[in-house]
């Protein structure tokens, strides 16, 4: 074990667990890994629910016991087994909130993912889940898709704070500060208190380099030498899209007028945080995407064995995203020479998110139907 993890706190990284599970809450894993390994934070999607629920874990068994003697509907029971995670997560993360103002300590949930691209339901969604949940420390999830951004910002505009997911693009990144920004605007004009509104900004990472090295190995020859660079290069000029917005630790970049206005009057920054962090390429360090994203202001959330593999041999030093700003660009320039085109890329990458949380949210549905099913014929 290394001291990488408190390192990475000390640089300005908020280290968060990218999963959640009853029996994670249960057996006190949670709280072990607030004690010791320097969580501050969890972030869930579909996925991770439908991996929990679906496991065969019977902790849940109790509860789905209950909502099928209620004869609820599986949405609902869905609704309601998830937000009890979520709400429990929370509780344990509490302190953690309390000590850093509110900036740490939150626990997301998302939006039904089925909504992605409906506006009006998404809002009315993430109302619901921040009433159901009912812990100033949530965040709720709302995808970066184009009937998300107004969404984003409708709700930022009702003082719910909001992790905003399933961002690739450097343009689709600038347009969801956007919308934050518009959000606390009209948060403002309502007299509502800036302060106690949060919000994070999940940059997607090592699916960056999963689709743009494959269309790398098939233009061939040189191309291939600019492998395992994409998914760093782009995350890096999205933290200085980031700056170019917010302004630097260091003040030599001030933001810009419409956040200065709107840090005057209370309100945080909105933080990006390094997304899909757990290397899938073999060939590459499974610290990668953590060690090499290294900047003050931001959150890097990770499965468990990406959190293991940082802990037990992570090399950490400051500063790996600023000084490379200008390496990041000529290697998507370099990219982009090769043929691949970058807009393609990042809008197949929301599509295929966008249909894989769908598909885990369609699998959880089933398994709950089946489960409120088997209890509900019990004698």
């Known amino acids: 074990m290394t001291d990488a ?58 509860q789905l016991r209950d909502l099928a003697v209620r004869k609820v509907t599986t949405d609902e029971a869905v609704r309601m087994i998830t937000t009890s995670d979520v709400r429990d997560a929370a509780d344990v993360l509490r302190p953690v909130y309390d000590a850093s103002n509110g900036r740490d300590g939150r626990v997301s949930i998302e939006v039904d993912p089925r909504l992605a691209h409906e506006t009006a339901a998404t809002v009315a969604e993430a109302k619901q889940l921040w009433w159901l949940v009912d812990r100033p420390n949530v965040f709720i999830k709302i995808p970066a898709t184009k009937a998300g951004l107004p969404a984003i910002a409708e709700v930022i505009g009702k003082g719910i704070s909001v992790n905003v997911t399933l961002i690739f693009s450097l343009d689709r990144y600038k347009a969801v500060m956007d919308a934050y920004l518009t959000g606390l605007e009209a948060a403002k004009a309502k007299g509502l208190d800036l302060s106690q509104i949060e919000s994070v900004a999940s940059f997607f990472v090592s699916r960056v380099d999963t689709e743009i090295d494959k269309r790398l190995d098939k233009v061939g ?133 966008v249909e894989k949380f769908e598909q885990s949210w369609n699998e959880l549905l089933d398994t709950v139907t089946a489960s409120l099913a088997s209890f509900a014929d019990e004698k």
Do not use: C
């Not at 990475?8 to 057996?27: F, H, P, T, Y």
């Not at 040189?222 to 899209?241: F, G, I, M, P, V």
């Not at 200065?260 to 995407?289: F, I, M, N």
């Not at 037990?312 to 090769?338: L, Q, R, S």
């Open 5 to 62: 993890l408190k390192r990475l706190s000390d640089e300005g990284v908020a280290i968060w667990l990218d999963d959640l599970s009853r029996k994670r809450l249960n057996s006190g894993n949670l709280a072990e890994l607030v004690q010791h390994k320097h969580v501050v934070g969890v972030t869930t999607n579909p996925t991770i629910f439908q991996k929990a629920i679906g496991g065969g874990d019977s902790s849940y068994d109790g």
């Open 221 to 353: 020859g040189e191309a291939k030498d600019l492998r395992s660079k994409a998914a760093l290069a782009n995350a890096r000029l999205a933290y200085q899209a980031y700056e170019e917005v917010f302004g630097s630790v260091d003040g030599k970049t001030a933001g810009g007028e419409r956040w200065r206005a709107l840090e005057a009057a209370g309100a945080k920054p909105q933080r990006p945080l390094w997304a899909s962090t757990g290397v899938k390429d073999p060939a590459l360090p499974d610290t990668l995407y953590v060690t090499e994203l290294v900047a003050p202001g931001t959150v890097n959330t990770m499965p468990e064995a990406t959190l293991d593999a940082t802990d037990d041999h992570g090399v950490v030093t400051g500063g790996t995203i600023v000084p490379n700003y200008a390496d990041a660009k000529a290697v998507m320039d370099a990219i982009a020479a090769a043929g691949v085109d970058y807009d393609d890329v990042v809008q197949v990458l929301e599509d295929e998110g």
